[in-house]
């Protein structure tokens, strides 16, 4: 296992429409193991495979203990409304309440090509949506009124002063700060 770098907002993969995996196999495996590495090490609850630079239809989510893989993904059905605050592994620092479906049923396969379903509510569901959203070139920020968003986006180019498109991922224990 590997941990990757993290393309942050400006880097092109983020806005791609990832293609549709044709195969699971042994290599892929190994890339969503590289992707709950990478997603434990940089402490977040989802992580998609172009905010890797991979535009790839692949995912990994981990929600507490509700931790899983999401090949070729797709939400078949979705209802209510619901509010809550989201963040991004390639945003990072920025927060902002984003208002969703509440309940969805997705449909994916999982690390091993087997095809699953499953009816989800609350933040699962949220991060759900939020990563298959990265698949398709979304990000939370497109959720927001055109104000919002531009004021969050100009704030955190103030923060991310360097103008870096990726973030290097360092493990917990050794980091300086
Ligand atoms: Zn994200």
New binding site residues.
Partial sequence: MALRDIHLLGSAPLRARSAEVPVVDDLLRQFIDDLFETMDAAEGV?L?AN?VGITQRVAVVGVEDDRFAMVNPVIVSAEGRARGEEG????PDLHAEVTRPERIVLEALDREGKPYRRELDGYVARAVQ??ID?LDGI??LDHLSLLKRELLIRRWKKENKGGSLIRKVVPEGKRTR
């Avoid at 991004?88 to 945003?91: A, R």
């Fill in positions: 989802g998609a905010q991004c592994l390639s945003i939020h990563e990265h990000l939370f």
